[in-house]
């Protein structure tokens, strides 16, 4: 059973940092792709940050140069480090994981947390 469990949503002023951790089990971490992505209520989900099974990392353009992604091979883990954050952050952001360990790869979610950026 594959679960994504998310932590570090909160509520913080414009400015301010916040970091979100994804605790991935039940797939093998190393052949996994891992990815954040946010949504606002109407909108679409779109990609936040992605980092692949060699480390290799992209950013949308809205979160360059304030949002870092990171993988922790030994503890199944991925993080997003927030910071100047600004109220057009805010939205429910999702962990997500696209695992090559089955064939066609498939892609899994967590529950999302949410993120508030006060004005």
């Known amino acids: 059973q594959v679960q994504l469990v998310e932590s570090g949503g909160g509520l913080v002023q414009a400015g301010g940092s916040l970091r979100l951790s994804c605790a991935a089990s039940?797939?093998?971490?190393?052949?996994?792709?891992m990815a954040w992505y946010r949504q606002v209520p109407g909108k679409e989900r779109d990609l936040v940050a992605q980092?692949?099974?060699?480390?290799?990392?992209n950013y949308a353009d809205s979160v360059k140069g304030r949002f870092t992604i990171a993988r922790d091979t030994a503890k199944s883990t991925v993080s997003l480090q927030m910071i100047s954050l600004k109220p057009e952050d805010s939205a429910v952001y999702y962990c997500?994981?696209?695992?090559?360990?089955?064939?066609?790869?498939?892609?899994?979610w967590g529950q999302g947390t949410q993120v508030t950026v006060s004005s």
């Open positions: 997500s994981a696209y695992s090559f360990s089955t064939w066609p790869p498939r892609r899994y």
């Open positions: 039940g797939i093998d971490f190393s052949f996994t792709d």
């Open positions: 980092i692949s099974r060699r480390a290799i990392t």
